[in-house]
């Protein structure tokens, strides 16, 4: 495979096929849309053809990613490439600014607050790290050192450049922008390309330019989700409160009273009998101007959070100032809701400005750039993403998995449900009685995701009692270091075996393996549909008027797709063989049937302890 530069010795046929398609759709400066299922390769398969084309012909490849683990694997498999077909390139992992940050205490941050902060301690030269960078216009005797020491380096892992910036007391950030200028390869975050101010800040500081890019988008799945939280604002009562005592504690009076009656507003509007109801953008201006004038609230706000920057790392009053700039944007392809929910102690109340459609930052990306390639493990339908994301000339491919279907078994136990109008505790326990009774036939590691924490812990007061195997609970948010001792505590169960209880957006419904004998089953409880609230009613509004299927972009496909990938924790290696469980009546549905892929082999029983016996028995022997 010499002519694809591919990393490897050996190539699987289905990785080959990939492998060619992308090479003409690149050599055509075209598009291709790839589902590709999990263990086919796509990394290898992706950067070798790509990087033969962008080599040949003076281009640059962004392999976009929201995982780091996975600008790991990217940088090894170019290291890989290098030493097999003795190639010179240079590839820069970059991940975002905060977290290439030196200043002590940013982590803690919002992301607009750490960018404001850091704009304010670059205008005012008061940071050393960035100072260091150059002197009198030209690059420093520090800068010059860490560059020769870094270039040196291969793989060069983002660890290692902060290390190295920091023994000289250069700026990260800055030292990356630096190789990234002769860089082959950027690895990185979706916003380095699809938020349209850092791309253009980006994109000008490394001097490239999107005709020349070849994007690669690992996990393409993510993309419309995470593309729209981009363009997303909001605005709570317990933000104004924060801003409130930060305009009271420097004794900026006046300010503190705009916001005393900018959250009198939200507190007058939560008095309504619903949780929930569309606002005009015309309904806040015309009250905020009520106060003083819009646009002068926004220059006063803008004034005043510059001066507290200079006295502390934050400022809540501009973190108000980003919702007031945002809000005055466009009506197309937004909604702007009022919400309010019970909080740890107070009720929380949110004026909020969600983008709905992602394609109003991506088509013009995708259209401008040499090629994209989408690719990812659940990208079906196609279609789907071709138009949420504004595709035009674009290929659309869907690849079989590479494992043997005879090491999967997969299972629709159609009895219960999470239907929200059906949910009961009889309900609850007849769901952990078919739990247990999968769990303790499992002759090793099972987990299951359950669509919500809430679903999780009623179940789980039925199914402690019932299992016999040593449980695992996921809590939310869990730090990068408390999942991985998670995980390893698990790992140690192979033999005798453990149950991890998780939920399909939580820490481990996606981005996790535990390939060979450490997971033997996943099911999936019920069906981790939207909240049928405001949002998802104006997505499927606006799904259907510009799509003709608001049903399935907005609502149905979007879940399933999450239920594919937990799914997907089971089966990691051409080795692994295990159980994959759908238990929820509706899975067996004509309309939610549909969505599985079609080259899956799916059994619907309620014989499903016999079968999953009879199916660890016949892989023993």
């Not at 960078?133 to 902060?162: N, Y």
Request: charged share 30%; with cysteine; hydrophobic share 40%.
């Amino acid at each position: 495979m010499k002519e694809f530069l591919f990393a490897h010795e050996d190539v699987r046929d289905i990785q080959k096929e990939l492998m060619l398609k992308i090479s003409d759709v690149v050599k055509k400066s075209e598009n291709l849309i790839a589902h590709a299922p999990t263990g086919l390769g796509k990394t290898a398969a992706a950067l070798g053809p790509c990087l033969k084309y962008a080599l040949d012909n003076d281009l640059t490849i962004f392999f976009l990613t929201s995982r780091h683990t996975q600008h790991k694997i990217a940088i090894d498999t170019l290291s890989k490439i290098k030493k097999k077909h003795d190639k010179d390139f240079r590839a820069v992992s970059i991940i975002g600014k905060k977290g290439l940050c030196l200043q002590a205490g940013v982590q803690k941050l919002f992301t607009n607050e750490f960018n404001d902060y850091c704009r304010r301690m670059r205008e005012d030269h008061l940071c050393e790290f960035f100072e260091s960078i150059k002197k009198k216009d030209k690059l420093s005797l520090e800068a010059k050192s860490v560059l020769e020491s870094l270039k040196k380096i291969d793989p060069l892992t983002t660890d290692t450049v902060l290390d190295v910036c920091t023994t000289f007391g250069v700026c990260p950030y800055e030292i990356t922008l630096l190789l990234a200028k002769d860089a082959r390869i950027i690895i990185g975050d979706y916003y380095y390309l699809f938020n349209p101010d850092i791309r253009n800040l980006f994109l000008k500081k490394i001097g490239k330019e999107l005709k020349d890019i070849i994007i690669i988008i690992d996990e393409g799945h993510n993309i419309p989700a995470r593309v729209k939280d981009l363009f997303t604002a909001r605005l709570s009562n317990v933000m104004l409160k924060r801003a409130i005592s930060e305009a009271k504690k420097f004794k900026y009076t006046e300010v503190q009273d705009v916001l005393i009656q900018i959250e009198n507003i939200l507190l007058r509007w939560a008095r309504m009998e619903d949780d929930e109801r569309y606002i005009k953008q015309k309904e806040f201006l015309d009250e905020v101007n009520q106060i003083q004038d819009y646009q002068e609230i926004i220059s006063d706000f803008d004034l005043v959070s510059d001066a507290i920057r200079e006295k502390q790392k934050q400022s809540y009053i501009g973190s108000v100032l980003s919702f007031l700039q945002a809000w005055i944007g466009s009506d197309d392809g937004f909604t702007r809701i009022l919400s309010k929910k019970s909080g740890f102690k107070d009720e929380i109340i949110t004026l909020s400005y969600r983008c709905l459609d992602p394609s109003l930052s991506t088509r013009p990306v995708i259209k401008e750039a040499h090629s994209t390639i989408l690719m990812s493990g659940t990208l079906t339908p196609t279609s789907m993403y071709k138009e949420l994301l504004g595709f035009e000339d674009v290929e659309e491919e869907t690849y079989k998995s590479p494992f043997p279907e005879k090491n999967k078994l997969n299972i629709i136990i159609p009895k219960t449900t999470t239907k929200y109008t059906l949910r009961s505790q009889k309900q609850f326990t007849d769901i952990a009685q078919i739990l247990a009774t999968i769990i303790n036939t499992v002759p090793g590691n099972s987990a299951i995701f359950f669509p919500s924490y809430y679903l999780r812990d009623e179940i789980y007061k039925y199914f402690n009692d019932a299992c016999k195997k040593t449980i695992f609970v996921e809590r939310a948010a869990l730090s990068k270091t408390e999942k991985q001792e998670l995980l390893e505590n698990f790992k140690g169960y192979k033999k005798t075996g453990a149950v991890l209880l998780g939920v399909v957006s939580g820490s481990f419904g996606e981005g996790i393996d535990l390939p060979g004998d450490y997971l033997k089953a996943v099911v999936i409880v019920g069906l981790p549909l939207l909240k049928p609230d405001l949002e998802s009613k104006a997505l499927i509004e606006y799904y259907d008027e510009k799509f003709g299927k608001g049903w399935d972009y907005g609502y149905l496909f979007p879940a399933f797709n999450k239920t594919i990938q937990s799914a997907g924790r089971c089966i990691r290696s051409e080795q692994d063989k295990g159980v994959v469980i759908f238990l929820d009546e509706r899975y067996i549905w004509p309309n939610y049937f549909r969505c599985f892929p079609p080259s899956w082999s799916i059994k619907t029983t309620m014989l499903y302890e016999r079968m999953i016996k009879e199916f660890f028995e016949k892989h023993e022997n």
